[in-house]
């Protein structure tokens, strides 16, 4: 939600976006993790057709988003030299990206830190950022 309204305050299609695109992503998340939790209920098959279902929803949606938004786009750049009302607001965008960063890198963080037990994931996490710029992928675990 507070995505939402900093895109909108900013004016910024990416944010917008990146809202949108947020939303379908935990929608989906959120019916394969029903479907996982009533697996024994309504039994594997079906369980493994709703996450099909749920997969194949996201795919659609998530070309629906994209459209808009470029549709957007192409209206703004076409509409830019006319109106000057709607320019994004770089220190809305520069707040809410950094906000984005901090939180990824902190889950980051949290995800290496328990994968290695404790800050020993310093030199985890460099060694691991090595190989995957070496040969392209993370290390075995």
């Known amino acids: 939600m507070a995505q939402t309204a900093g895109a909108t305050a900013a004016h910024s299609l990416a944010l917008m976006g990146d809202t949108a695109t947020m939303a379908v992503d935990s929608v989906t998340y959120a019916i394969n993790i029903g479907a996982e939790y009533h697996k024994e209920t309504v039994g594997p ?8 279902g749920a997969s194949l929803l996201s ?3 998530l070309v629906a988003v994209t459209i808009s938004i470029v549709i957007s786009a192409v209206a703004r750049l076409s509409e830019a030299a006319a109106e000057k009302d709607e320019d994004v607001d770089p220190l809305i965008m520069l707040i809410f990206t950094s906000m984005n ?4 890198i902190g ?4 995800i290496v ?3 290695t037990s404790g800050l020993g994931a310093i030199g ?6 090595v190989i ?3 040969y392209g992928h993370g290390a075995a675990a």
């Open 132 to 134: 995957m710029a070496v």
């Open 124 to 129: 985890y996490c460099k060694s691991n950022l």
């Open 101 to 104: 960063l901090a939180v990824d």
């Open 107 to 110: 889950m980051c963080g949290s």
């Open 113 to 115: 830190l328990r994968r």
């Open 45 to 52: 098959r079906a369980a493994a057709r709703i996450e099909i």
């Open 59 to 61: 795919v659609v949606a």
